[in-house]
């Protein structure tokens, strides 16, 4: 999971990137990078950590031009410590390409030989970031053939991309002298939006936050397969550029990875996490009475709306029992089990009076690896709960995901082989309600009949590539991002998230 965005304008947009990628902040914690074009030149800044930390006044300064593009990086796949597989990353032709990219493919061990054996191109990191703009560079060098660049010769060279890599990706490139690229996979995993400004600027960002929130006007989604170029005057041509597309977006964006205030896909990201709480009444008042329980309690962030439904629907108290210190990082984007059960008490702490005597429901909006919602459970008690109920607004998360989401060991499922009574003894809670796969994907869906399915393969193990066995995930985990147990987190993560702003 990454956050990216590109701007063409006719006014410098340094600080619109950084604007924009502050507004995604959520998005990544682990690197973040900048760039733009002045003329036929690249300027380029990245380092790990923070927009806030990585940029300053002087690094600011550095990045002339009117085009360019950022991220912030949530690293799945290479080394979470390495400041080379921070993007943009950039090859120097055909013409000179930067490019960005939210998402994980599944087949970059297999394009990664490809490139050095048969297209004899050269990687340097272990980042499929990088696979996939050398295959993208290889593919727009045989689209032109020494002829000046023309639209259609782009869309040419991401047919030929589609056709060669898998997974999920939301990729924006710029290509020098010429504008700014941006393309979706045919199922739409990862959301990708495009707007204008007053001024004629056009922005593409992951989610519809970074372009309202700088002033733009959201216009549309990109659609599945779909690739966008924008020439420097701000001219958008568009062509559908895969053979059979269909939307299936990440169902886990809408549970916990995006902003609530965004729309993804036709869908407020907020009103699908109310939904997803009405649906989870239903679920609790088949396992807990209403009147066993005294005080609904969210798990900060990403569960108040659920909560908030679902106390209302039960009639039960709503309660704010937690405060979140905001300068911690989110202990799930973390790397390394250890770091994570060291920073849950750091970041939350309780309100006692909330607790003490009461029988409380704890909702939160996932339960993924068990270590945070067992800490949080033991709190809870230690503040003098009577019982404690905890309600998940998702299902129980048992396979691997293998699209860009940290959660890719089957051994760090806290559901994976377990039945629910079984994570209950786990986590420690004195009854445990989940929300059923059905209910989720009606809960969501509802908000936009166009979508014929999502990926929910974290839930109910179905991959929508079609590619992945139980062999490629074995594999796909030898690549995977992170640390021993006990080994100190050196990532920045000291901004709140950006949902708590």
């Known amino acids: 999971m990454c956050g990216i965005v590109g701007v063409v304008s006719t006014t410098?947009?340094?600080?619109?990137?950084?604007?924009?990628?502050?507004?995604?902040?959520?998005?990544?914690?682990?690197?973040?990078?900048?760039?733009?074009?002045?003329?036929?030149?690249?300027?380029?800044?990245?380092?790990?950590?923070?927009?806030?930390?990585?940029?300053?006044?002087?690094?600011?300064?550095?990045?002339?031009?009117?085009?360019?593009?950022?991220?912030?990086?949530?690293?799945?796949?290479?080394?979470?410590?390495?400041?080379e597989e921070a993007q943009p990353f950039y090859v120097n032709a055909p013409f000179g390409i930067v490019l960005v990219h939210n998402g994980n493919l599944t087949n970059a061990q297999t394009l990664r030989t490809e490139l050095f054996q048969t297209d004899h191109r050269h990687t340097n990191t272990e980042s499929d970031s990088e696979v996939l703009l050398n295959v993208f560079a290889h593919e727009l060098e045989r689209a032109t053939a020494g002829v000046p660049l023309s639209p259609e010769d782009v869309f040419?060279?991401?047919?030929?991309?589609?056709?060669?890599?898998?997974?999920?990706?939301?990729?924006?490139?710029?290509?020098?002298?010429?504008?700014?690229?941006?393309?979706?996979?045919?199922?739409?995993?990862?959301?990708?939006a495009i707007g204008r400004g007053a001024d004629g600027t056009v922005m593409v960002g992951s989610e519809s936050v970074a372009l309202e929130g700088t002033s733009h006007v959201f216009e549309r989604n990109i659609e599945p397969g779909e690739a966008v170029f924008i020439t420097l005057d701000g001219t958008v041509h568009s062509a559908q550029c895969a053979d059979n597309p269909q939307l299936n977006p990440c169902i886990f964006e809408f549970v916990y990875l995006a902003r609530p205030d965004s729309v993804l896909d036709g869908i407020s990201v907020y009103q699908a996490r109310l939904n997803l709480g009405e649906a989870l009444a239903k679920r609790v008042v088949s396992t807990v009475p209403p009147n066993e329980i005294d005080v609904i309690i969210p798990i900060p962030e990403s569960s108040r709306p659920s909560a908030t439904q679902l106390a209302h629907l039960l009639g039960v108290p709503y309660r704010e029992g937690f405060v979140k210190n905001r300068y911690v990082g989110r202990t799930f984007i973390m790397p390394g089990q250890g770091v994570r059960k060291k920073s849950v008490r750091q970041k939350l702490n309780v309100i006692a009076s909330e607790f003490k005597g009461r029988n409380v429901l704890l909702v939160d909006d996932s339960i993924v690896?068990?270590?945070?919602?067992?800490?949080?459970?033991?709190?809870?008690?230690?503040?003098?709960?009577?019982?404690?109920?905890?309600?998940?607004?998702?299902?129980?998360?048992?396979?691997?995901?293998?699209?860009?989401?940290?959660?890719?060991?089957?051994?760090?499922?806290?559901?994976?082989?377990?039945?629910?009574?079984?994570?209950?003894?786990?986590?420690?809670?004195?009854?445990?309600?989940?929300?059923?796969?059905?209910?989720?994907?009606?809960?969501?869906?509802?908000?936009?009949?166009?979508?014929?399915?999502?990926?929910?393969?974290?839930?109910?193990?179905?991959?929508?590539?079609?590619?992945?066995?139980?062999?490629?995930?074995?594999?796909?985990?030898?690549?995977?991002?992170?640390?021993?147990?006990?080994?100190?987190?050196?990532?920045?993560?000291?901004?709140?998230?950006?949902?708590?702003?």
């Open 12 to 83: 410098p947009v340094n600080q619109l990137i950084y604007d924009a990628l502050l507004l995604l902040q959520h998005r990544g914690q682990d690197a973040a990078g900048i760039v733009t074009q002045q003329g036929r030149k690249f300027f380029m800044h990245k380092a790990k950590g923070m927009v806030r930390d990585v940029f300053r006044t002087r690094n600011m300064r550095a990045l002339p031009g009117n085009v360019g593009l950022g991220q912030v990086r949530y690293p799945t796949a290479g080394n979470a410590y390495s400041e």
């Open 156 to 192: 040419k060279a991401v047919r030929a991309v589609h056709k060669r890599i898998k997974g999920s990706y939301a990729v924006i490139a710029l290509i020098a002298g010429h504008g700014l690229l941006a393309f979706r996979d045919p199922h739409g995993i990862r959301p990708l």
């Open 369 to 501: 690896r068990g270590t945070t919602s067992r800490e949080i459970v033991q709190m809870a008690r230690d503040a003098g709960a009577r019982n404690v109920y905890l309600a998940s607004a998702a299902p129980p998360v048992r396979y691997p995901n293998v699209y860009g989401i940290d959660m890719p060991t089957s051994s760090e499922l806290v559901a994976h082989g377990r039945t629910v009574e079984e994570i209950r003894q786990v986590i420690g809670c004195d009854a445990l309600i989940y929300q059923d796969v059905d209910g989720m994907k009606k809960a969501v869906g509802s908000l936009n009949k166009a979508i014929v399915g999502f990926d929910a393969s974290c839930f109910d193990g179905t991959y929508v590539t079609g590619d992945i066995t139980a062999d490629e995930i074995a594999r796909l985990n030898e690549g995977r991002v992170g640390v021993e147990e006990n080994e100190e987190d050196t990532s920045r993560l000291a901004l709140p998230n950006a949902q708590d702003a």
